[in-house]
């Protein structure tokens, strides 16, 4: 028996389908469906598919996670049948918040739809934060004031792209910039365009299909005070930027007057 020919018997018992009943969505024999459940031979892509769709569950949930110790009634469907989002629920039956670790912000790339790796997480309860799946992701770099090394910033999770609200704050998680704290300015059919609160960075755009995750801002850990002369030093940045605009503009005026 594999993790995936256990997955798929499980599942189809919880919907209380037999397993002719499930050929036939399929569109298969029962007998080729009966040897996947038996581990005697695995199924091609499309059927693959086709089961990922019926039971709602990830192709790489079904062929890697034990879904029996996950119930899936603790878990959040994603778009598009991506992955399901594991939420931790501690004793009393508060949605726990999982911190990610400043040193091993980066594995989370790799493990957020694991619900193994999101079980070994630290975690916090605030009681002022509900309705809502949040999780604490670390503060990195300057772009993203009044958050610096060592804070982290608790998100609550959007469900659909279309919920963004325009320069309202997000923790993107992205497959080539990871995690990172922007606000939302415009979306097309392509992309979305962000920016950071620390101006002396310009907008960009996240392509559509680079979005894993996204959290609204919803509140911050701040583990030392932000103090005075860390604004100090945005400014100085915005002023050296403010500069390069100037520099910028004069240079275009005297080519237009040659």
């Known amino acids: 028996m594999s993790i995936f020919s256990d997955n798929i018997r499980f599942l189809r018992a919880k919907k209380e389908i037999t397993q002719q009943d499930l050929a036939d ?3 298969i024999t029962r007998s080729r469906y009966v040897s ?7 199924p091609p892509i499309e059927v693959l598919i086709k089961m990922s769709k019926f039971f709602n569950v990830s192709i790489d949930l079904l062929l ?6 996950y119930p899936l009634e603790e878990m959040m469907n994603l778009p598009d049948n991506r992955i399901l989002l594991p939420i931790i629920i501690d004793e009393s039956g508060n949605n726990s ?3 990610i670790p400043q040193k091993a912000s980066m594995g989370y790339l790799s ?4 619900p193994e790796y999101i079980e070994s997480l630290q975690r916090i309860s605030l009681p002022f934060l509900t309705n809502g799946k949040y999780r604490a992701f670390p503060a990195q770099g300057d772009s993203m004031p009044p958050f610096k090394d060592g804070s982290y910033i608790i998100g609550k999770y959007v469900e659909d792209i279309e919920d963004l609200k325009k320069n309202k704050s997000y923790i993107f998680v992205t497959l080539n910039d990871g995690i990172s704290y922007k606000r939302f300015k415009s979306k097309n059919k392509q992309s979305i365009e962000v920016a950071a609160d620390n101006s002396f960075y310009k907008p960009y755009e996240i392509p559509l299909g680079e979005i894993m995750e996204i959290w609204q801002y919803a509140s911050g850990i701040f583990p030392e005070d932000f103090e005075p002369e860390d604004f100090d030093n945005y400014n100085l940045k915005d002023m050296f930027l403010e500069i390069r605009k100037d520099i910028k503009l004069l240079d275009e005026k005297v080519s237009n007057s040659k």
Request: proline share 0%; glycine share 8%; aromatic share 8%.
């Open 36 to 42: 996947y459940e038996d581990g005697r031979s695995e």
């Open 25 to 27: 969505t399929l569109i």
């Open 64 to 69: 890697t996670v034990d879904i029996k110790k």
């Open 111 to 114: 493990g957020y739809s694991d």
């Open 97 to 99: 918040i999982e911190i």
